[in-house]
């Protein structure tokens, strides 16, 4: 399960931009993502293209969630869209379902 926050961002980055090892990924991959993420980092647009460079994983899904709030602080913060406020138990139901459907082989 991907959401884009820093750490996980960077290291994402670094893989599906400079990285041969995303075709060879052949696990469940869900990217999860606010279509309102303000973070210049983590733009919605780019979350397609995550899942299109994990092409050998089986099956890859992006589950998109849409508003949230009331939101307060910085755009990467937690308490922004970046972070699903106020739409926290669905986004978790939402992965949990998700990985209850696609246990690991």
Same mark, same amino acid.
């Given at each position: #399960?991907?959401t884009p926050?820093?750490g996980?961002?960077?290291? &994402?980055k670094?893989?599906?931009?400079?990285? *041969? @090892?995303?075709?060879?990924?052949?696990?469940?991959l869900?990217?999860?993502?606010?279509k309102s993420d303000?973070?210049?980092?983590?733009?919605?647009?780019r979350a397609?293209g995550? #899942?299109?460079?994990?092409?050998?994983?089986?099956?890859?899904? &992006?589950i998109?969630?849409?508003g949230?709030? *009331? @939101?307060?602080?910085?755009?990467?913060?937690?308490?922004?869209?970046?972070?699903?406020?106020?739409?926290?138990?669905?986004?978790?139901n939402?992965?949990a379902?998700?990985?209850?459907?696609?246990?690991?082989?």
């Amino acid at each position: #399960v991907w959401t884009p926050c820093g750490g996980q961002l960077s290291r &994402l980055k670094t893989i599906l931009t400079n990285d *041969p @090892v995303p075709a060879r990924v052949r696990v469940p991959l869900l990217v999860v993502h606010n279509k309102s993420d303000r973070c210049p980092s983590t733009p919605f647009s780019r979350a397609g293209g995550y #899942v299109e460079r994990m092409s050998s994983a089986r099956p890859v899904k &992006l589950i998109a969630f849409e508003g949230g709030g *009331p @939101v307060h602080g910085g755009f990467c913060e937690a308490f922004d869209y970046h972070g699903y406020p106020g739409l926290e138990f669905r986004v978790v139901n939402a992965i949990a379902d998700w990985i209850v459907a696609h246990p690991p082989h």
